[in-house]
């Protein structure tokens, strides 16, 4: 069981940029695959990013490729979103998510994930 905790949300201006973190409980952290998904108010839930066990393999939505980076720190057990010239489309709640798996690969798919952590808030203003 992996417990998964988001922080950094918040209030921000369009252009702006926040960082979110994902702490994780588990100290086997490495070998998971994690992936960042959002969801806006009256929307499903959609992918944004996700990233392999050793973080050399990554992928993004179209929306916000250029602008959003993920990355890891396995000695940290934690998971990053850095988030770049923030659009009010950007609004959403964000949530990171594990898969445990044996390979060196990402998964974009939701049902793919097994943990999710509760959500942090992000909200981009015009």
């Known amino acids: 069981q992996v417990h998964l905790v988001e922080f950094g949300g918040g209030l921000v201006q369009a252009g702006g940029s926040l960082r979110l973190s994902c702490a994780a409980s588990e100290r086997t952290f490495s070998t998971y695959a994690m992936g960042w998904f959002r969801q806006a108010p009256g929307k499903e839930r959609e992918f944004v990013t996700a990233i392999s066990r050793n973080g050399a393999q990554t992928n993004y939505a179209d929306s916000v490729k250029g602008r959003f980076t993920i990355g890891r720190d396995n000695a940290k057990n934690t998971l990053y979103l850095q988030m770049n010239t923030l659009k009010p489309e950007d609004t959403a709640v964000y949530y990171c998510?594990?898969?445990?798996?044996?390979?060196?690969?990402?998964?974009?798919?939701?049902?793919?994930?097994?943990?999710w952590g509760q959500g942090t808030q992000v909200t981009v203003s015009s």
């Open positions: 998510a594990a898969k445990w798996t044996w390979a060196n690969v990402f998964f974009t798919r939701r049902n793919d994930y097994d943990y």
